[in-house]
Nanobody
Framework: HVQLVESGGGSVQAGGSLTLSCTPS?????????LAWFRQAPGKQREAVAA????????NYADSVKGRFTIAQDASKNTLNLQMNSLKPEDTAMYFC??????????????????????WGQGTQVTVS
């Protein structure tokens, strides 16, 4: 099955920006999956950040990140990116890429429910101070 690897995390001051990327293992094309980013802070439940449907390019965001974060697929690089601007200390968390395969065709859904995703990366840490 596909393996996902996140990159791009780090430490940044409040108001700064970071771009996270998610890359699948060789032989897999992200366009064939429903895609999303989630995050989990210490002592808290995993929460949705944003979702992307490669079938039609529709996006869906958690209220907490609307207007600040942008989820997008880079088809040429076969990556899923999360551009994070105007970062706040409360954005500090481990960020996870998630994917769910849709047999028979592209994905047209943008679920923010963790249980709807079968494949997960190991996460990349984002710290905002």
């Amino acid at each position: 099955h596909v393996q996902l690897v996140e990159s791009g995390g780090g430490s940044v001051q409040a108001g700064g920006s970071l771009t996270l990327s998610c890359t699948p293992s060789a032989g897999y094309t992200l366009s064939r999956f429903c895609l999303a980013w989630f995050r989990q802070a210490p002592g808290k439940q995993r929460e949705a950040v944003a979702a992307f449907a490669p079938g039609d390019g529709v996006t869906n965001y958690a209220d907490s990140v609307k207007g600040r974060f942008t989820i997008a697929q880079d088809a040429s690089k076969n990556t899923l990116n999360l551009q994070m601007n105007s970062l706040k200390p409360e954005d500090t968390a481990m960020y996870f890429c998630a994917a769910d395969r849709r047999p028979g065709g592209p994905c047209y859904t943008t679920s923010l429910i963790p249980n709807h995703y079968e494949y997960w990366g190991q996460g990349t840490q984002v710290t905002v101070s």
